[in-house]
């Protein structure tokens, strides 16, 4: 069951915040996140275990919350090379390989 | 260390041609998954490996579609005959784990245009 992403894009102005997020109808064993860029392969970010724990790349945070079933990834101060397509990937138990939703694009303009 | 291979990056092939996709993961990494990315179904997952053994191939989308594993650090995907609507981007990505705790690493991917 793929996850359901939310919003789909984003445009912010450099410095800005924002936060997309991840939400799954299955109970989560993990959540996984991603950047793609335009023409490019997706870059790992990282990975958030149940357990609710937030954990931070850069300026990059993300938090797992196992009763609703959902994770949300914080860009705070937003930098121009944030722009790209964010995807989650969602594992349940049973199966431990994430289902990827369908990405929210970050457009970050001076 | 090198990261996921794959080749070719670009093909462009006409309608009905056998097409094959090639991978080289990561060395020591003990699952290997080939995607495939279009605008309109995002980034599916079509099979996975562990040690060169497919576990799960359900999401590939019909017969046309084989993909193999000979060895640890090589995977092809093949699609014959092929068709317009094959038209996408494929990658291959690798994990030292299930993918549940650990990272994928995705190679640049295959850029495929079926005319």
């Known amino acids: 069951q793929q996850p359901v992403q939310s919003p789909q894009a984003v445009i912010l102005r450099e410095g800005e915040d924002a936060v997309i997020n991840c939400s799954s109808s299955?109970?989560?064993?993990?959540v996984h996140w991603y950047r793609q860029k335009h023409g490019e392969a997706p870059v790992f970010l990282m990975i958030?275990?149940?357990?609710?724990e937030q954990k931070g790349h850069e300026k990059i945070s993300a938090s797992f919350n196992e009763k609703k079933q959902q994770s949300s990834l914080y860009l705070t101060a937003s930098q121009l090379s944030y722009s790209g397509t964010y995807f989650c990937?969602?594992?349940?138990?049973?199966?431990?390989?994430?289902?990827f939703g369908r990405g929210t694009s970050l457009i970050v303009h001076p | 260390d090198a990261g996921v291979i794959q080749s070719p990056r670009h093909e462009v092939t006409e309608m009905g041609q056998e097409v094959t996709l090639r991978c080289k993961p990561i060395?020591?990494?003990?699952?290997l998954f080939w995607y495939r990315q279009t605008m309109m179904r995002g980034l599916e997952l079509l099979i996975y490996?562990?040690?060169?053994?497919?576990?799960?191939d359900s999401g590939m989308p019909e017969d046309r579609f084989s993909a193999k594993m000979p060895n640890a650090s090589f995977s092809t995907l093949k699609i014959q005959p092929s068709e317009p609507r094959d038209s996408a981007v494929y990658f291959c990505?690798?994990?030292?784990?299930?993918?549940?705790?650990?990272?994928?690493?995705f190679g640049d991917g295959t850029r495929l245009s079926i005319l």
């Open positions: 060395s020591g990494h003990d699952y």
């Open positions: 958030l275990l149940k357990g609710g």
């Open positions: 990937g969602s594992s349940s138990g049973g199966s431990y390989i994430p289902t």
């Open positions: 990505a690798s994990s030292s784990g299930t993918g549940g705790n650990q990272p994928q690493h």
């Open positions: 490996f562990n040690n060169n053994v497919p576990i799960d």
């Open positions: 299955k109970a989560l064993y993990s």
